[in-house]
C-alpha cells in the first residue's frame, strides 16, 4: 500500500497563539482515524496573506480547506472564487474550502455557529430585545445573522467604544439587508440593558482579567441571558456579575463549536457525523477546565 500524504487544513491570521482550532480538528481527526491534520497559518501582513493565496491556488497544494480569524476575514474576499450568500451579504468570511482543481469557496459559519448555539440554549429570538456590544469582525457576523434570521428580534441597540465603527457597519449591512430593528447608540447606559432580554458581548473586554465589564452590573436582572462569546476566561467578570444577579448566562464556547462543526462540513461535503461531534466538544470542553 502506497504512503498517503494527510489532507492539510488550518487557520489563517495573526496572531495565532491562542487558537483552540488546532487541539479540537487534529483531536478529531485523530480519534476517527482521519489522515489529515490541521496546522496554525500565521500570516503577519498583507503581503504575506497574497502570497499565501498565490501559493493556494497552485496545483498540487495540499491544503483543502482554511480558517480566517483576525484580522483577515473581510480581506480574504479578495481572493474567493465564489462566496455562499450569508458570506455574502454579512462581507466577512471564516471558512475557505478548497477543491481539488483549487478554486476557493468562502463561507462565514461565525453567525450560523452563533444561532446554533443559541437554539441550544433555547434562547429564541423571536420579538427579543437585544443589546449589543462591539462593533469588530464578530459583532459584524451576529448582527447580520441576528437581521436575517427568520424570526426576528424585536430591535437591537448597538453600542461601541468608537460611535463610527457602529454606524458604519450598519450603513454598509444596510446595502445588503433589512437592519431597521437595529439602532446605534451613543452611550452604554442608552443600551437599556434594564430592559433587554438579552445583552451580547462581542467586545474583546473581558480577556484579560484587569479589565473592568463595560456595562453596569446593577442593570443585569432574572429574565434575561447574558452571552459573552469571549470563552477563555470561561466565566468573565461581565458572566459573573451576570450571574450574581440571576440572569442566563453562556459563554461563546458553544458558538465556537458550532462555527468549526459547520467549516468541517463545508470542507467535507457531508454533515460530519455525532461521534466527531462528540471528541471536538468534549475537547474544547476539556482544554479550558
Ligand atoms: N466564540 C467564538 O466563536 C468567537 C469567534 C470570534 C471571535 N470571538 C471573540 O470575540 C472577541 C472580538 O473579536 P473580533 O474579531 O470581533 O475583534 P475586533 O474585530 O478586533 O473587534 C474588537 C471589538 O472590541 C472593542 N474593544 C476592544 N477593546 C475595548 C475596550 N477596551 N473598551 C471598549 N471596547 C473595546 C472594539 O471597539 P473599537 O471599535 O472601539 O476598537 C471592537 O468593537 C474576541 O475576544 C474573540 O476572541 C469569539
Known amino acids: 500500500m502506497s504512503y498517503q500524504p494527510p489532507a ?4 489563517i491570521g495573526y496572531p495565532l497563539t491562542h487558537s483552540l482550532s488546532p487541539l479540537m480538528h487534529n ?5 476517527l482515524k482521519v489522515n ?6 500565521e500570516l503577519k501582513d498583507d503581503e504575506e496573506l497574497k502570497l499565501f493565496f498565490e501559493d493556494l491556488k497552485q496545483e498540487g497544494n495540499p491544503i483543502l480547506g482554511l480558517n480566517v480569524t483576525v484580522p483577515y476575514k473581510e480581506k480574504v474576499l479578495a481572493y474567493v472564487d465564489s462566496l455562499d450568500p450569508f458570506a455574502e451579504k454579512a462581507g466577512a468570511v471564516n471558512t475557505l474550502a478548497i477543491t481539488h482543481q483549487r478554486k476557493i469557496h468562502g463561507f462565514n459559519t461565525d453567525g450560523p455557529g452563533f444561532l446554533s448555539h443559541l ?15 462591539g462593533a469588530g469582525g ?4 451576529i448582527l447580520s445573522v441576528l437581521c436575517l434570521v427568520n424570526q426576528r428580534p424585536a430591535g437591537i441597540k448597538l453600542y461601541n467604544r468608537t460611535l463610527s465603527k457602529a454606524r458604519n457597519l450598519v450603513e454598509e449591512l444596510a446595502q445588503k439587508m433589512d437592519t431597521s430593528i437595529v439602532a446605534v447608540v451613543d452611550s452604554v447606559e442608552d443600551l437599556n440593558v434594564e430592559l433587554a432580554d438579552c445583552l451580547i458581548n462581542t467586545t474583546s ?6 479589565a473592568k465589564p463595560l456595562v453596569d452590573p446593577g442593570h443585569f436582572h432574572a429574565d434575561m441571558l447574558v452571552y459573552d462569546v469571549i470563552y477563555n476566561p470561561a466565566q468573565t467578570d461581565l458572566l459573573k456579575a451576570a ?8 459563554n461563546g464556547l458553544g458558538m465556537l463549536y458550532y462555527q468549526a462543526v459547520l467549516a468541517l462540513n463545508h470542507w467535507s461535503g457531508v454533515d460530519i457525523d455525532d461521534k466527531y461531534k462528540k471528541v471536538m466538544r468534549q475537547t474544547l470542553e476539556s482544554s479550558l477546565k
Do not use: D, H, P, Q
Open 8 to 11: 492539510i487544513y488550518g487557520i
Open 138 to 141: 464578530t459583532a459584524r457576523a
Open 243 to 250: 450571574k450574581a444577579k440571576g440572569a442566563k448566562t453562556s
Open 36 to 41: 489529515a491534520v490541521y496546522k496554525l497559518f
Open 119 to 133: 437554539e441550544e440554549l433555547n434562547f429564541s429570538l423571536k420579538g427579543k430585545r437585544i443589546a449589543m456590544l
Open 205 to 210: 473586554v473581558g480577556l484579560k482579567a484587569e
Open 27 to 31: 483531536a478529531a481527526f485523530k480519534a
